[in-house]
């Protein structure tokens, strides 16, 4: 399991930098952007949602306001915060990396496994997301379906062939 979880991050992050000209951090960056409604985000939080440190996320900002991806601007209550605003470029960057993301899992992934397998890794990634995210929205579709008593088909009904717990 530990060759897997050091394997597949790195085999995405050259499927990504191929195709999209972006690292895998910078997607996550871009793509948890893309998750919120609006789609901006004070540095510090985008720092808490993407788990990485206020000076690797204000270096990844930088790097992708030069490529237009997201513009940096200054909170209208408090002028020293900053916040980090997804771009149509970006959403347009997005959209690729999923396309990228969604091949590489089938080909890396999916392809080896039978159907059965693949439902079984997508609930074992659904049950793991509750347990270490519960504020993920993969964790809040769970609930939602458990309380419709759909659980176990919440995950991916919408996107076969995703990775389990994906978001």
């Known amino acids: 399991m530990n060759g897997l979880l050091n394997t597949l991050p790195s085999l995405l992050d050259s499927q990504l930098r191929q195709q999209c000209d972006v690292s895998h951090s910078d997607y996550v ?13 004070r540095m510090s939080r985008l720092a808490d949602l993407i788990s990485a440190s206020a000076s690797r996320v204000s270096h990844a900002v930088k790097r992708m306001e030069k490529a237009g991806f997201v513009v940096r601007e200054g909170e209208r209550e408090d ?26 899992l089938r080909e890396a992934i999916f392809a080896a496994l039978r159907e059965e397998q693949i439902a079984e890794f997508n ?18 579709r769970r609930r939602c379906a458990r309380r419709r008593g759909q659980a176990g088909r919440a995950d991916h009904a919408d996107h076969p062939g995703q990775a389990p717990g994906g978001e």
């Open 29 to 41: 960056l871009l793509s948890t952007l893309a998750a919120l409604d609006p789609p901006e985000a």
């Open 123 to 140: 609930e074992i990634g659904g049950i793991l997301m509750e347990e270490l995210a519960p504020d993920s929205a993969v964790a809040a």
């Open 79 to 104: 002028r020293r915060a900053s916040v980090a605003k997804l771009t149509k470029a970006g959403k347009r960057k997005v959209r690729e990396g999923e396309v990228v993301t969604a091949g590489f």
